[in-house]
């Protein structure tokens, strides 16, 4: 079992950057490809980034490419997602996950861990 806990969610303006963490106990993150997705009001689920097990390989979605960067820290046990340049349309609350080594997927049902979720929310 992995538990994942998320943090550094908040209140930004349109513009601002926030840090988001995610903090992992009961096994180590380096077995697992990891990543970020959120979810707005009444809207599904949408892949934001995600990262290989090792750090070597990252994605991210079109729709934050270029502003938001993930990172990965084993030696830690945390995961990071740095989001630079935030749009009101970024507001969601934000969930990090964990899905088994090999080919990163981008898609929620590959991951078998989830944390709870962190809200983000940007203002105009």
């Known amino acids: 079992q992995v538990q994942l806990v998320e943090s550094g969610g908040g209140l930004v303006q349109a513009g601002g950057s926030l840090r988001l963490s995610c903090a992992a106990s009961?096994?180590?993150?380096?077995?697992?490809?990891m990543g970020w997705f959120r979810q707005a009001p009444g809207k599904e689920r949408e892949f934001v980034a995600a990262?290989?097990?090792?750090?070597?390989?990252?994605y991210s979605a079109d729709s934050v490419k270029g502003r938001f960067t993930m990172s990965r820290d084993n030696a830690k046990n945390t995961m990071y997602l740095q989001m630079n340049s935030l749009k009101p349309e970024d507001t969601a609350v934000y969930y990090c996950?964990?899905?088994?080594?090999?080919?990163?997927?981008?898609?929620?049902?590959?991951?078998?861990?989830w944390g709870q979720g962190t809200q983000v929310t940007v203002s105009s």
């Open positions: 996950a964990a899905g088994a080594a090999g080919r990163v997927a981008t898609t929620s049902g590959s991951y078998v861990y």
């Open positions: 990262i290989s097990w090792s750090g070597g390989s990252t």
């Open positions: 009961g096994r180590t993150l380096g077995s697992y490809n």
